[in-house]
């Protein structure tokens, strides 16, 4: 370990108290001790919980859910609205992706990594025993499980062959032996999307990009596939009708949003359910009498749940809903009742069920908030600003309570993606900022996001990659024209993309930022695009550009915050995971150093059993206690 860079801040102070030292598991360069009574102060914003529906018993009205009791997510079965949540699994690592068996419900079938490195592998859970039995080769990455109608076969990608590409396999999770690959593929964006009511084939994805997919049915005894989706588009969310004659879907064929749609086998022919629709569609699912059919419309980002009867396709009329955002759709197997996941400013995810035909809505779960009460949570503001080219671009504001007077100190939280949008769910440990520390927060979707259609989805692409930099200079720009906001007071932070952004911004607007923290950004495409997994390599190459283009590679070195450190002066924390498969940590390690050489300002934290970000509660924790030293430090003198 290097020596580490101090700053200036009264560690004369912090000597004299009791403090927080940095499990064995992290290594900091640069971070000040975390003092005890720092830790207990955010000890209530630390215990905020939430709970998502995982999936519905197949025969039995209850569930499995996904909530944290101990240090991670982990899988908990729920009998009743408001039951306790009985733990299932108890490992040290987060669970994801359990599927009960359809027709008796005898096991589940979930995932699991180990350290955040998303490798995960497939396990089977004895609902009799609590005996679990691994599934894959323990050591290839393995996605997107899907049961047959019948629960006989699970359908699987798996990069098990060379580690690169996603190829499909089928099993008899009965019989983990049985595993036989169906389907060689070249890409890593392959998986299969659903099942024929007969089980004799699946409709599987091939998705190059968030705007380019394909369909393919295909014969899981022979392997054969044919290609059902010949125009240009994105397809997803694929659904089989109950006589397995055509698919219900999302797509963007023909439209700016992801409509929903009807394909024929037969014909090939595809009918908009709702011609005229002005959103994206996302997560859609088809009751199991197929009649049916649930999805969301992103609406500026709050959610709009739709059910349509698939025999008049007229909508059905639902009980109201919270407004927030909802995910996770699934319907249980009578038919009627619709479970999913809600979240929203002064809510954590929590999940719910619609009965669509006593229309009540049940809450299955009320997560904890730490003993805080959340009504006095703020509520997000949208707000809206001209970029360079006179393009609108929006994003959500929070403001601080109004005891705090003055001119507001800021936040700038760019989210990830790039293809992602920052959504007005809750905001968790970010409420400590405006609450107690009066910091506003601002959410930006600048070009690029999701949900305002392709063209604007496209506009980062390639070459045009800093005219997304320049939309956060429009907003800083709008940001010294409100009179409640405090221009010379301004941090940018955010994760993967949105860390590439924070590193971009520091140089970009070294002279308009107090300081900046960027967790597991990319400081250099070049090296990123050497040292990134190797089945994410063709996925990325088609938003960010191909290195291996000399045109492309130029272009990257020029932008690359990397090669521009010297311009840094403001201070900077940056944050990583030594197992992370998407960014290597090695983006961040090299950052740190160059800015060190500068003569700047520099925190450093990495993890040894984190990836893509932090996911354990005690890493967390000690993140956000060192972040928020930073925040004072930096941001509010």
Known sequence: MRKAFFVSFPLCLLLAETVIPPSSNLHTEGVPPIPAALMEDLDHYNNIRAASLLDWHPVKREMLISTRFADVPQIHRLAMPGGARMQLTFFPDRTAAALYRPGSGDSFVFAKDTGGGEFYQLYRFDARSSGITLL???HSRNTAPLWSHDG?????????????????YVMSPDDPKSARRVLEVEGGGWFAGAWSPDGSKIVVEDRRSVHDSSLYLVDVSTGAKQLLTREEGSYGNVQFAKNGKGLYLTTDRGSEFERVAYLDLATHELTFLRPGQKWDAGELTLSEDGRRLAYALNEDGFSKLVVMDTGTRQDLVLPAVPRGVISGLRWHHNGRDLGFSLSAARQPADVYSIDVEKGTLDRWTESETGGLNAQTFGEPELIRWKSFDGRMISGFLYLPPKRFEGPRPVIVNIHGGPEGQSLPSFIGRNNYYIGELGVAMIF????????????FLALDNGLKREDTVKDIGALLDWIAGDSRLDAKRVLVTGGSYGGYMTLASAFHFNDR???TVDVVGISNFVSFFERTSPYRRDLRRVEYGDERDPKIREFFEKIAPLNHASEISKPMFIVAGRNDPRVPAHEGEQMAAAIRKNGAPVWYLIADDEGHGFAKKKNQDYQFAATV???KEFLLK
Do not use: E, H, I, W
Request: hydrophobic share 25%.
């Open 513 to 515: 930022l107090c300081c």
């Open 152 to 168: 006989s076969l699970l359908a699987y990608s798996s990069t098990q062959r060379n580690g690169r590409d996603t190829d499909v």
């Open 629 to 631: 030293m930073f925040v």
């Open 444 to 455: 930006p979707n600048v070009r690029g996001s999701s949900g305002y259609g392709k063209t």
């Open 136 to 138: 894959t080769d323990g």
